[in-house]
């Protein structure tokens, strides 16, 4: 009785530590705890209420997109259009007001109906034709980033806007999505509330509903999904419109943040985007990742960043850090699955 009851034990901490391998985000975690550890050790300011409000901030605006862009890479496809899709968005909003008067509200709402629109033609354009969905994003990268730069230059005579807060209804606007909180001499921006909402909805939806069911099983097996009654379509679909819907929010966020923007916002940052969804457990190949995971990546890339700054290094290290990070993070992921499956 005594053998069985160890050899019960024994399987049941494989089990525990099968379970905790498997979990994607689990790199991600170690990394931004140890990062942390580092930079309030190493600098006065970082780990102060003001210090955290700095790379809260800025991690806030990436770690939207990059949750969203996690999902559509568990589901087998990539969104190069994402960056300038915030910069597009907040543009549409910016001249529809300050040129031509429309209402703000209204003026949001089409900004967010034309980014949904295009994220639907990306994920149409990709189903219907086979092409890489790389391939598909870049054209339409290129197309907002004409729009943004020629077509806002042709519209008001400059590429930036100016004179936001003077719109009417814009402290209303401001307040959901500019707004800022005091906290122990820190500010908490509305930017990272809406990180925190968009990160549970989404690891809800992964673990909790038929569509995450279905999100896995496209970028898993899509022939396999289809086979067994999985929307194939819809579902990719609805993923380019989720990363295009996370566009238009990140670039509300930024547009009543600071009043302004440029017509270069956003562009550049779409592999920011994909590094950190790697770096929290996704998956190049698809059918495997964690919502929490890249809202991991995107935190340790804003601690880092500012980090830097508060370090008095060169900022050019960031971008040495940031391909040592997708090393590591591939290599990571492989290794933690190859190790999760020896120990099953």
Do not use: H
């Not at 019960?8 to 990062?35: C, F, M, N, Q, Y």
């Not at 597009?88 to 910016?94: E, K, P, R």
């Not at 994003?137 to 806002?152: E, H, P, S």
């Not at 009043?259 to 059918?287: D, H, P, R």
């Amino acid at each position: 009785m005594t053998t069985a009851t160890v050899v019960d034990e024994r399987v049941a901490r494989t089990s525990t530590l099968t379970a905790l391998l498997k979990r994607p985000e689990i790199g991600a975690l170690v990394a931004a705890i140890a990062i942390f550890a580092f930079f309030a050790v190493t600098t006065d300011v970082f780990a102060t209420p003001s210090g955290a409000s700095t790379w809260l901030r800025g991690a806030s605006t990436i770690g939207i997109m990059a949750v969203a862009v996690a999902l559509l890479m568990i589901g087998g496809e990539f969104d190069l259009s994402a960056g300038a899709m915030t910069g597009f968005t907040g543009l549409v909003v910016g001249v529809l007001t300050t040129e031509y008067g429309l209402n703000i509200w209204a003026a949001i709402i089409v900004s967010l109906g034309l980014a949904l629109g295009a994220g639907a033609i990306n994920g149409i354009l990709v189903m219907k034709t086979g092409l890489p969905s790389f391939i598909v994003t870049l054209g339409t990268f290129f197309v907002l980033q004409g729009i943004d730069l020629a077509g806002t230059k042709a519209l008001i005579g400059q590429v930036a806007i100016q004179g936001m807060s003077d719109v009417p209804y814009y402290d209303q606007a401001k307040r959901l999505f500019g707004s800022n909180l005091s906290v122990n001499g820190g500010l908490v921006y509305a930017s990272v509330f809406w990180w925190l909402a968009v990160t549970v909805v989404a690891t809800w939806v992964l673990l909790r509903t038929k569509t995450g069911n279905w999100i896995f099983s496209v970028g898993g097996a899509q022939t396999a999904a289809r086979q067994v009654g999985v929307p194939v379509f819809r579902t990719k679909v609805g993923l380019f419109m989720t990363t295009a819907g996370a566009g238009w929010l990140v670039g509300m966020l930024l547009l009543f943040t600071t009043s302004t923007v440029q017509s270069n916002t956003g562009v550049g940052q779409e592999f920011i985007y994909i590094i950190c969804a790697v770096v929290g457990g996704c998956l190049m190949t698809g059918g495997y990742g964690s919502a929490i995971g890249a809202a991991l990546g995107a935190l340790i890339y804003g601690m880092v960043n500012q980090g830097i700054v508060y370090s008095g290094w060169d900022n050019n290290w960031l971008k040495a850090f940031l391909g040592v990070m997708l090393l590591g993070a591939v290599l990571l992921n492989e290794w933690v699955r190859k190790r999760a499956e020896t120990a099953r």
